[in-house]
Structures are given as structure tokens and as C-alpha cells.
């Protein structure tokens, strides 16, 4: 509350909600004919707030460490002559690289102005600044620009030159008022309004889109646009260029995400969009407080932190799904910024754990607040739970449901199901897909994106061909492949004409259970997949995963149910043999990447897979039928340039089906532990699995792990509303209850 | 200090030492008639230390631990009815791990006993005793025993029968004084005369052995003796059976430590071994003070622990040569025993932070004596520092070299040079092999054991068949296999006839250098390596290592230098092909067990080969040829059950050559961050690498990094000792030095 009135002067927030709507009639005469530039900051980081970071950075270890990392950074930056080359490289390469250094050292340098007050980092500011006023305006298009890929003149694409201006406007805003008259309209006129004018008009479609790269254009502009005093860019970076509400900031904030706060893209895209999403809101609010922008779609912004945060594991990793490099977490810069504007805004205390983890803050007046809550917070672990969440904009369009259980050591065996819609181009074809991790590791895992993000060998750091061929194909995550081939034929515009449907979720206390279906990725076959997370009375702390799969059609197909996991194969139940050289599973849609390098045929029965990985030991076990074939399988075939990881899989195979049904539990059990030598319970406990009852209504599963009593759960196969009654009947035994499923000794 | 007070009352330690003469003169006193067991303790824990350690554990956070961890355990298992199974299960097996369970329950509950004074604990382990008094006469031979392997009676192997009594003679002299006169008799007679009697009488053969099997049998019956008071036992456990120091205790110290108290089978085993070696010495110092056994061999087991500790990575583990499972720390409960024991004999403050590091002690004298210092000590980083350790029973028998230089960031890049004799039946045929470390981090690793230890699925537990047919073979380390036969033949008897010899070592400031030799793995060849860690003045904090490698021979032959990596591939400086079905390398010598994954002819030149793990990028750069072939492999060929892990190898090929010198430079560069999306120099800084000179006497290698200018490094090729002068001609430059090696620029 203190830095609102620094911020303000004599105007409180509180009023300035209330004055909501006068501030919006007379709004047009707060922009002057004269530039704005003229005025102290006005985008994320006011002057009051500045010089209370000053003030109080040495008794806040946040700021602290936050600020000294800027000031080490800047300082860096000034010992160097400014470089600003002419654009030749891309990612990755020399030109790319020192554009994308000059943003982040003029940042870090208005910040260290602003913070202190010395006239060096201001100096180097406007320097760089001038020097890019002088290059930009003769700037062709980039000439590493690709085909049907928008182009930028300073980046091979125009992404990265609305990152550039995102960072850069921010500078200048914090060092302009030390700049001259005349320096000012130069660079005002020769490279910011050049800039914003190459990305919002020249590159029309761009700004225009509903997608990340035109949220960072737009968020690139308006903030100009505020900086600048031109209204005009700032109308068209929240309406659209039309100004007709139909593109721009407003538009993307309700088409991108789900009224959960999920973003179509998926948790890796969302951690890079949240940032421009955040901070452009911000300004707006420092703005056009009237907008009540973080009041938006019922504070959908803070839904939007929130549910990204809870989709990493124990490991704080963005679960990998669509395109997503596997080792990001939310210590990543966009989540600093995210996070503490979340936090400044919305007050949720449940966020100061991940501040306090994350170690630093922005400097922003979203930073300095969040790091005066965190300095008086404790703890440091961040609390996940089971949820569901929606995906589309209305909700309507599947979702991704998260369940989570602890064992006896705490540790969450923790599973993702993944039933929402395609995700735009980053998608992958994964409907009705299967993650599960036991605390920060990996038990079944999603290959992620075929990238090695920047590393110029990597065919530039750009996505490899095998994230086409393999990555995003069907076969590469833990879902069910009809024929060999990929849901929706491995087509984007395909997959994203509908997803699947939500039959019943119940997040209770001794269950987590969803039930999705998916009717449309193969012409005539519908999927419908069951995954429960339970632990059985007898042994409350020791969660498992039931996995009930259906694949249903009028004609007979192959149906394949592949499981990634990692790790070492201990043990099975069954034989299988082993070929002496390695030959591709299939022919294409992702099989030409993987060597077969098993086979089995169990027989009827159960089947009981088991590995080992890092001293705790998993089995899937799996019903079989008589023509039940199983394959063990790992990445890396028709793979000319090792760009893939040599993953392992285990696949269930059933040939000639119409209405199948895979029934599977995946359960950690045991340790290793190589200090004592000593080995525990190496072995699964099912003792024993069965379809005890099935019809085109209900299936029901028994079980029974070692020393416990048989358990059966009874579901309902269709889509479960309310509180239906159910009555089935089970050999002598007639089981009834209310709701989608019952489970019963 | 004050602990030798309350141990010996009015006797000092120091008094003890000097009088050592007189004691041993004295000595046949000592051992009364009357059986000893009716007084107090007299082996690591006695009764004044047991009451200390009841008084002084809530003040010190390591007894406290150590206290509460042992009487959790034995209340736990004092809940539970006693149970001696008739043997019947091999390793992994439920007997098995019973028997194992009841002799650490039964230690654990004397401890409590002890400390505490709880006569329900002392019941506990009474009761035990006489069950197991009742039912070992009668057993016969375990059921389970294999062909040409020692067996025992409760266990399949007699090496755990010794364990096994090593333990519960330990449990019985803390509570001895709780049983009846009736009692102890039948305990004493029935089952430790009749055990000791089994292990060093009728198991005369292992009891005799120079081998760590050996040590455990001599150990236990030793120690029996001081508790029942049977010189006998102790004299034929110190001096061997038949008292003449040819076996026993003391001549397996002289045989299987060298000199720097490195143990002949290598770290894993001497990790196993030292637990007997240092709590039997230490018994015998309390029992028989004047054999001075601290001070044995120059104080060999105070070496023999220093050295353990300096065999491990920057991850503490164990550097995995041999035999060896990768796991394992010196966090194991060996090193908790060994560690306290040797800083209560040496008060080698070197060892605090890997106490402290630990979090416990042992609850014996020596543990008691380290809690209290290590409360007063401060720091957890424990110090390694590059060394030359000498192997054999002389130190004539080769070594082993590390070599340590920090980088930027106070990680330490490590090698490890093996030029060690054979290490008997667990011995790996890994001549000249190297490994490298980057901190915690293997970059060249070794495969260590092929052995999932104890997993029953995985053969019981035991060493798997591919222990043989690939983990010891050649092709399985990073050295050179010719004509794809091992070193050796493969055949420990002929391995052990000689070992590798040292030409020279130097562990300078700025360069660290060591060159072997092994003239008899092969018939008619002559293999030389000179393994070289430095940095170049220009760039003083990037280490890296110069490998010369060098085959001769009057005939031709295949020259193949393998360097086992694990990481992503990133780049080459050269094509390679890949076949579209991966077949294995080669038919026999653990060439039959790997995939030939790719192939490449670089011609004349540097062949660059650069990988990525975790974070890191590594290249190797090696000379080549216009005949070399590079070939990359995946091991996992020829494995029916999977035992193998599919680690990853590059492998640099010459054939039909006689005098062959591989050079290589390997060097860790840059990095990525996944947070902040950058890569750092993910190319080799390598520009410029060539063999300048070279003549019989003298070789000398030229290399050139980015930016800074070419280095010659000069070695002489043969035996160097002292610092002879030398004088090579280069080029247009005379070169002159003394000693075995000079670089100049």
C-alpha cells in the first residue's frame, strides 16, 4: 500500500477504481499534443518506486540480490564500446546474438540509472539508442529472414525484433528525461516509431494475430505507444488495428486462454507469453487504470499465473507437453516479472513461497512490493494440488487434468491427462496422453520438442526436422495409435477443428478420476480413456495409477498403447526375444524413428513390465488377451544426425479389433538403496487383475495387491453428469451406487 | 583426550604407547583361563563411552542422530516376534535378508542396550542368541552354496557367515554381562565357538586368504576371541592359522594395501574391506595395546582411509574402476566406522567435513571421540588434491593418478589415470585407462560392474554374465584395445603377472602430467600413455587434457582408442554414415556387446567429436589420418535380459599400423541455460593440433586455442627419473629443459 502512494502522489488506487469511468470520458485530454517523453517513467517502474529500491535494497536480501545482478550486468556492459552490427546472422549466430546483449544491456542499465541516479548508464542508454536511430531506418528485411516465417530487419524474424522493443522501450522510458530535446525526436522518430510502425503496420498479419508473437507485438506498441504519448498505437495494440475489438491485447486475452487460465499453447508457450500478457497489463493499469485490466474475464490474468504454476512437477519443470524444451522451470525470467505483478495486484499469499524460491524479483514496482511481502513470508515450498482445467476460451474444448497423491515419504506420485484441444502449431497429435511423475522424476514421460534451443550445430537452434517426424507424432507420448498412424493424420488444421470431451472428473479425497473422449482423431474409431490415481485402504500411502484405455469402431484395427519410460527393465512376466541387430518398428508417422528392440507375445493373462530408475523401481501391469503383442522399442532410428534422444518405450499391441479395452495399473514400488546395499520390494504388487463385468454401459476392473483384499472399481463408460443412480450386477453380487464410478471390496 | 581418561581410568593412551615393551612381555598374563566374558566390553565400545554418549547426545546433533537412528531401529524390531528361518534362500532371498536383518537388529538393540541400560533390549538380543544357538549346530552346508565358491551355513557364501559374526560378536560383548552363566555358555559353546570354528577351520582355506573375504573371517573370529577370551582364535586371526604370520591379519595388511594405502581390488572393495581392517584394529588396540597396530606400515591405515576418500568424484562417489557399483558414496556405513576409528587414532582434521558431511558417527569410542570434534569444526567441503598412489604390496606394482585443476567457478576438472596391477578376480582389463569428471559430472566414464546388487530379477543380485563378456573387458573403459582383444587375453592370471610401470609424474602448479607404460597386455606390443591436465596462461581457468597415447609393435596391427562419453551428440568436424538397422561392432571381447551406430573416414586432419550433457558441452579433438576410421557405439548388442545400460562410446580406429600415437585434446566448454535460453561457446576452442617432432626419444605435440597463441608440449618418451637435460629441435627452434616433459610457447 506505502509504494501506491509514492506511486500516485496524492491519488489513491482505491479512487482511482472508483473514478473509473470519469477517468475514461476525459481520457482523451490526458494525451497532450506535446510528447509525453518529457514526463518521469511511466511503464512498470515509477521514479518513487526507484528510489525506494535504492533506499531499501540493502535490507532486503530480494532486492538485493536482484539489484546487484542488474548493476554487475550494466557495469559489464559499459566497460564495452557500443556494437551495433549490421544484421547477417541468424539465431544462435554472431549479429543475432549481440542484438539480442544490446536490449539487455541498455535494460539493465536504465535500470541501474533509475535505481541510483548515475549519469553513465543513462549516457550509455542514449548512445546505443542514437546508434540504432542512425542503422534502423535503412534496415532491409532480415536476409536470413525464412519463407513463410513474418521477418524482422534487426532478428531473422520479427518475434525477437518485438522482444527487442518490449525491453528497449522500457529503457528509454527510465533514462529519457536525461536525454536532450533534440536526441529525443531523433530517436523517438527515427527508431521507435520506425520500429513500432514496421510491427504493427508493415507487419500487419503479426500484430493482428491471435497467438504469442502477437501478444509481444502488441505489448511491444502499446507500451510505446504509453511512452511515446501516442494514442493511436497504444488504441491498436489493446482494440486491434481496426480498433474494432477484434484483434489485439483484449482479444487475445480472451481468445488464448481458457476462463481456467490455460493457454492454448500449452505450459511452455505460456511461460513465454505470460510475460508480455503481465507487463503490458501492468502499463495499462499505470495508464488506463480505468481499463480494470487486471479485473479482466472475471481476473483471468491471475488465474493465468496460477494455473502455470501448477503445471511443473516437484521438480518446479514445466510439464513438456506440445513443443517444449524439458528443462525449464519457473525460475525463468518471464516468471519473475509474472509472478510479482500477480502477486502485487491479486495479493496471493500463496505465490511468496515461489518468489522466495526464485531468490530475486523484478525491479519494478510489482518487485519492490512482492519483496517487502517475501521478506516478511516464510517458507519456500509451493503447494500443488489435483485440479482440472478447462482448456478453449469459453472452456469447452477438453482440458488437462492434473491428480496428485502423497506417499509416505511426501514425495507426490503425480499424473498428467492431457485431453485438450490441438494447441495451434506447436501441438502435439497426443489426445487423451498419460504423464505421470513420482515426485521430481520422471515415470512416464513426454519426449518433449526435438530442439536443442540456440545451439547453432542444432540446425541452428531451431526445431529439428525430427520434431515433425517424431516428436509431435502420436507415437511419442503415452496414448493409444490406431494403424500406425497419428491422431487427425498428423494434421494441425485437422486436430484443431474439435477436442475431446470431458465424460467425468471427481478430485475426491481417496480417488482422482477423469474420464475423457475423443471422437474424432481417427475417422471411424472413438477413444475414451479412464485414469484414476488411488491408494487402497490397507495401504493409504502408497498411490497408484488404474489406466482403462477403450478404442471402439464398426471395422477391425490395429490399436497400439505406448507407454515412454526411463529407466532399466528389471523384470517381466512374460518372454520376449531379442533380435541381434536393430531394426525400425515401422515405416513412418514416427515408427521409422524407433528400433525395435523386443518382442513379446504373453499369452492371455496379465503382463507385468518393471525398470528401475534412480533407486525406486515401477510396473506396469497390463491385461492381455491371447493375441496380445508387446514391444519394447527405443528412439533413435532414421535419425541421420543423433538429434534424438534414445528414449525407451514399451508398447501394447492388439491387431484385428473393433472394441478393445486396455486395462493397466502403473504403481512405484520398492527402493534401492546403494549405501545399505538393501533392496525393497522389487517386485509389483498386483497379484491379481480382471475385467469382472462389462457392457456397452459399464466395465468393471478387480484387483488386488499382495497381502491386501480384492478391490473393485466400477465405472460408467458414457459421459456422467450429476448424480445418476447405478446398479450393476457382478456375478452374485449387485452393486449400486450415485455418480460416474464406485469402488467396492 | 578426555575419553582415553574414562576408557583406560588412570592408564593414558600416551603412557600405553611408550610402555608398549613392557605390555607385550607382560602379555600371556593377560589372557586369564576364566572365560573374560564376564567382564565389560572389550572391543569398539565401552561401557564409560556408552554412559558418555547416554549423557551427551542431546547436546551433540551427530550422537543425537546416530543414537536415535539405532534406537528406532531396535525398538522397531523389538515389536516383532524373533525369527531364525532355516537357511534356505540365495542373496535378495527372504532367509537371506532375515539373517542379515537379525544380526543388525541385533547389534542396534546392544547399542540401545548399552547406552541406555534397557534390559528389554539385552533380552531381545539374548533371546536371539540362544535361538540361534539352538538351531546352528545342526545345520549343514547352506543349500544354496555354488560350485567353487566358499559357502557358509546360515548364508549361500561364507564371506556373510563372517559378516554375520563380525557384527553379532559386537552385539554380544555390550550385553554379555546381562546373561546367566548357563546362558552365556550355551550362547558362547553352541554357537560362537561352533561359527568361529566354521570360518577358521573348516572355511581354513578363505580364513588363509590374502582377499578382503579373508579379512572379514579374521576379523570376526578375532574379535570373538577377545570376547570369549580365547588367545588362540586372536593369535590365529592376527598371525593366520598356524601362527606364523604367512596369513592372517597382519600379512593381509602387508599384501593388499601399497604403501600410500591403496587396496589392490580398487575403491569399491577397499570401501568394503576397510570395515573389518579398521574395527579389528581397533579391538586389537584396545585388547592387545602393544602391537602398536596404528603405527603398523608407517601408519598404513590412516593412508589406507586418506586414500579411500581421495578415490571419489566431486559427487563423493566412488570413481567406479573394477568392480564396482556407480552409487556408491563415501556416505556408506563402512566410511562411518572407518572415518571415526581413523580420526580417534591420527586426529587428522582433514576428516571433519566428511564427518560432518555424513550427519553421524558409529556409536563406539572412535564415534564418540569424532562427534566431539566434529561439533567444534567447521565445513562440509571435504579437500581433494591430485595425487600419485602407488599400488603393490612395495608400491613397485604402477598406480593410479588424479589430477585436479579448478575452473572459474571452483569446479574441478579430474582425472583419473589407472595404470594399476591387476586387482584380482574383480579386476577390469582396463590398462592405462582414464577417466574425466567435470565436478560432479562424469564426461569419460567407466561402466563399472555389470550387477543390479541384490535385485533378484537381475540374477539373484550377483555379478550378471555380461559382467564378464563386457564390463571387464578392454572395450568397456577408455583405453586402447588392439585387434579387438583385450588386454591380457582377458585372463586375471595373466593380468596379474605384471603391471604398467611409471615413466614419470609431475602434479605441478600449471600442469599436471603422468606417463605409463604397459609392455605385456599384448604379446609383441608396447603400450604408452602420457595424460596431461592444464591451462594455458592466456586462459588459466579452463583446464583441459592433452592424451598421448601411443601403440608399438615389429607387426602390424588394428589400434583401437575408445572413449566411453555419456551425452547428447552435437557435432563433428567430419561426415559419418548411419546404418539404417544397427548390428553390433564386432563378434567377441565385449565388441559383440556394443551397436556400431555410425561410421566416419575424417582423412588427414582433426576429427572434432563434441557432445552435450547436462549443461555442459565437451569435444574431443583427435589427430588423424587419411586411414582413420572413427566409429560410434551403443552398448546393449548381444544382451538377451537387458543387463546392459546403453551407454554411449566413440571409438578411433587404426589399422594395419605398427607404431601408432593417438592425440587427443578433450576439453569442457561453455554451456547452456535453459532459464535464460543462451548457449555459450558450444564449439571446441581447439584451432590448431599437431605432432611437431618426434623421433624415438622425443614427441611434441603443437596446439592452439581461439585466441591465444600456440603451445608446444614436449615429453620424452621414455623412462625419465631425476632431471636430466634435453635438447629438441624444432622447426628452426632449439628446445632445452630438464626432466621429462617442458612446454613453451
Not at 481520457?27 to 517523453?37: G, I, K, N
Not at 511503464?43 to 538485493?64: K, M, P, Q, V, Y
Not at 519456500?380 to 477438453?398: A, H, V
Request: aromatic share 10%; hydrophobic share 35%.
Amino acid at each position: 500500500m506505502i509504494y501506491d502512494l509514492i506511486k500516485n502522489g496524492i491519488l489513491k488506487k482505491t479512487f482511482l477504481l472508483r473514478a473509473g469511468l470519469l477517468v475514461m470520458i476525459l481520457m482523451p485530454l490526458v494525451f497532450h499534443a506535446q510528447p509525453v517523453s518529457e514526463k518521469g517513467p511511466r511503464l512498470i517502474l515509477s521514479a518513487g518506486i526507484a528510489g525506494a529500491i535504492d533506499r531499501d535494497t540493502e535490507g532486503n536480501r530480494l532486492l538485493d540480490r536482484s539489484f546487484r545482478y542488474a548493476e554487475r550486468k550494466a557495469d559489464e556492459a559499459l566497460r564495452h564500446a557500443i556494437e551495433v552490427p549490421v544484421p547477417a546472422d541468424p539465431g544462435g549466430g554472431y549479429t543475432h546474438e549481440k542484438h539480442k546483449k544490446n536490449y539487455a544491456d541498455m535494460y539493465n542499465a536504465a535500470l541501474v540509472f533509475a535505481i541510483t541516479g548515475k549519469p553513465a548508464h543513462a549516457e550509455f542508454v542514449k548512445k546505443m539508442l542514437l546508434r540504432y536511430a542512425e542503422v534502423y531506418p535503412g534496415l532491409p528485411l532480415h536476409p536470413a529472414r525464412k519463407e513463410n516465417h513474418p521477418a524482422g530487419k534487426l532478428f531473422w524474424q520479427g518475434l525477437n525484433e518485438a522482444v527487442w522493443l518490449f525491453y528497449t522501450i522500457q529503457a528509454y522510458d527510465l533514462v529519457k528525461t536525461e536525454i536532450g530535446r533534440k536526441d529525443r525526436e531523433t530517436i523517438e522518430n527515427e527508431l521507435f516509431r520506425k520500429m513500432a510502425h514496421f510491427i504493427s503496420v508493415e507487419s500487419y498479419e503479426t500484430f493482428n494475430k491471435i497467438h504469442n508473437h502477437g501478444t509481444w507485438a502488441v505489448a511491444a506498441v502499446g507500451m510505446t505507444g504509453y511512452v511515446l504519448g501516442d494514442r493511436d498505437m497504444t488504441e491498436r495494440a489493446i482494440k486491434g488495428s481496426d480498433k474494432d475489438g477484434k484483434t489485439g491485447f483484449l482479444k487475445q486475452l480472451d481468445e488464448l486462454f481458457s476462463p481456467d487460465g490455460y493457454y492454448s499453447e500449452g505450459p511452455y508457450y505460456q511461460r513465454y507469453a505470460i510475460l508480455p500478457f503481465m507487463v503490458f497489463a501492468e502499463a495499462i493499469e499505470e495508464n488506463q487504470p480505468a481499463l480494470e485490466i487486471f479485473e479482466y474475464r472475471d481476473r483471468l490474468l491471475h488465474k493465468a499465473v496460477v494455473t502455470l504454476l501448477q503445471l511443473t512437477n516437484s521438480n518446479n519443470e514445466f510439464y513438456p507437453i506440445n513443443d517444449a524444451i524439458k528443462d525449464k522451470t519457473y525460475f525463468s525470467e518471464e516468471l519473475v516479472f509474472a509472478t510479482n505483478i500477480a502477486y502485487e495486484r491479486y495479493e496471493d499469499q500463496s505465490l511468496l513461497p515461489v518468489i522466495r524460491q526464485t531468490g530475486r524479483v523484478s525491479l519494478s514496482n510489482a518487485g519492490y512490493a512482492t519483496a517487502l511481502a517475501a521478506a516478511g513470508s516464510k517458507g519456500t515450498s509451493y503447494e500443488r494440488s489435483s485440479r482440472l482445467i478447462s482448456d478453449g476460451p469459453s472452456g469447452k474444448q477438453g482440458g488437462i487434468a492434473l491428480l496428485r497423491m502423497p506417499d509416505a515419504s511426501g514425495t507426490l506420485l503425480d499424473a498428467l491427462f492431457k485431453f485438450a484441444s490441438q494447441g495451434m502449431g506447436h501441438g502435439h497429435f497426443d489426445r487423451l496422453g498419460l504423464l505421470l511423475y513420482d515426485g521430481p522424476q520422471e515415470v512416464l514421460g513426454d519426449y518433449g520438442a526435438a530442439r536443442f534451443l540456440n545451439v547453432e550445430a542444432k540446425d541452428g537452434g531451431r526445431y529439428l526436422k525430427e520434431n515433425k517426424t517424431y516428436a509431435k507424432q502420436s507415437i511419442a507420448h503415452n496414448t493409444l495409435i490406431a494403424d500406425e498412424t497419428s491422431h487427425y493424420g498428423g494434421k494441425v488444421k485437422q486436430g484443431s477443428g474439435s477436442a475431446p470431451e470431458l465424460l467425468f472428473c471427481d478430485l475426491g479425497e481417496d480417488i482422482h478420476m477423469v474420464s475423457a473422449r475423443e471422437g474424432r482423431a481417427y475417422k471411424d474409431i472413438e477413444l475414451s480413456r479412464t485414469v484414476a490415481m488411488l491408494a487402497t485402504p490397507e495401504a493409504p500411502e502408497h498411490p497408484f495409477v488404474i489406466d482403462i484405455f477403450r478404442a471402439r469402431s464398426d471395422t477391425p484395427h490395429q490399436y497400439d498403447l505406448n507407454f515412454q519410460y526411463s529407466g532399466q527393465l528389471m523384470d517381466t512376466s512374460f518372454e520376449y526375444t531379442r533380435d541381434s541387430v536393430l531394426a525400425p518398428l515401422g515405416t513412418a508417422n514416427g515408427y521409422q524413428h524407433l528400433f525395435k528392440t523386443a518382442y513379446g507375445k504373453p499369452g492371455a493373462g496379465r503382463a507385468v513390465f518393471t525398470w528401475l530408475r534412480d533407486k525406486r523401481f515401477y510396473s506396469i501391469t497390463t491385461l492381455t488377451d491371447s493375441s496380445t503383442e508387446l514391444f519394447f522399442t527405443q528412439a533413435g532410428a532414421g535419425d541421420p544426425d543423433f538429434n534424438l534422444r534414445p528414449e525407451k518405450g514399451y508398447l501394447v499391441r492388439q491387431r484385428d479389433k473393433r472394441d478393445h479395452v486396455f486395462v493397466s495399473i502403473i504403481e512405484p514400488h520398492g527402493n534401492f538403496d546403494p549405501q545399505l546395499e538393501t533392496v525393497q520390494h522389487p517386485g509389483s504388487g498386483v497379484e491379481m487383475l480382471e475385467v469382472t463385468y462389462r457392457d456397452d454401459k459399464y466395465l468393471a476392473v478387480t484387483f488386488r495387491f499382495r497381502n491386501q483384499q480384492a478391490h473393485t472399481l466400477v465405472i460408467c463408460r458414457d459421459k456422467v453428469t450429476g448424480t445418476p443412480e447405478h446398479r450393476v450386477t457382478i456375478g452374485s453380487k449387485t452393486i449400486r451406487w450415485k455418480g460416474a464410478y464406485t469402488i467396492t471390496q
